[in-house]
């Protein structure tokens, strides 16, 4: 070494330059806070609320905790990286239209386009935020991995409040409302009878002492014409002279 120093003020002044005028360079806070966002540890669990959290909003109409949780997840991951350095502008926009894609899924039937598309925007917000995409895509494979098992408890907890009861028939025919069940007509195939009114096409034939309505073919067949049951479709009977 040339000259030991004790102080930086001591090596400017052996260099022969003037410490009137230094500037040191100290961490900001958001820097300080970034330094932490991006420690490899805390961008697992950020990506790992944020799924979880967005994915559960979705999944359970009403947005609550879990969407906000994740949401703010999402925004400290990119936060913490583009203070860093790591992201650019371009990765809040992927991330802004992917949420805005995920959720348009839920109210536009797209056949699960929309949703697919936000998921890709989504993903390729994260890894581009990251400084290493390697290290990026391994972060969210396991925090998908663990968002998945979440999700999945969280559903069967709260099944009978998941999106998915929109597509459920919930509402029953039974007899206490009124409504009263068909019951089969199969064993009237090949009986024979007499039409009681004139069936155009649909009418009334007597089978073996029980009035039943009915239909033809398509042609008239007059009062008191012998008939022969041809064809049963659930209620429907088909009869020919």
Do not use: C
Not at 39 to 53: N, Q
Not at 88 to 114: A, D, K, R
Not at 154 to 162: L, N, R, T, Y
């Amino acid at each position: 070494a040339d000259h030991i120093a004790s102080t930086p003020e001591e090596a400017i002044q052996w260099m022969g330059y003037s410490t009137d005028d230094v500037f040191r360079i100290e961490h900001t806070g958001a820097e300080k806070v970034a330094a932490f966002l991006t420690h490899p540890t805390v961008m697992i669990i950020l990506l790992f609320l944020g799924i979880a959290g967005v994915v559960i909003e979705l999944m359970i109409p009403g947005f609550g905790v879990p969407g906000i949780i994740g949401v703010v997840a999402f925004v400290l991951y990119f936060f913490g990286n583009y203070v860093a350095g790591f992201a650019g502008s371009e990765t809040w926009l992927l991330f802004i239209i992917g949420l805005i894609l995920m959720i348009l899924e839920m109210f536009v039937p797209s056949f699960g386009i929309l949703g697919i598309l936000g998921a890709v925007s989504l993903i390729a917000g994260v890894v581009r935020a990251a400084y290493d995409t390697t290290h990026a895509l391994f972060s969210l494979g396991i925090a998908f991995a663990a968002a998945v098992v979440v999700v999945v408890i969280v559903a069967i907890i709260f099944k009978e409040k998941g999106i998915w009861n929109r597509f459920i028939l919930k509402e029953s025919l039974t007899k206490e409302q009124g409504f009263v069940p068909t019951d089969a007509k199969e064993d009237l195939l090949g009986k024979s009878g007499v039409s009681v009114t004139p069936l155009r096409p649909a009418g009334t034939v007597d089978v073996e002492g029980e009035r039943i309505d009915v239909v033809t073919d398509g042609e008239f067949v007059a009062t008191g014409t012998p008939v022969k049951v041809v064809r049963v479709e659930g209620a429907r009977i088909v009869v020919k002279p």
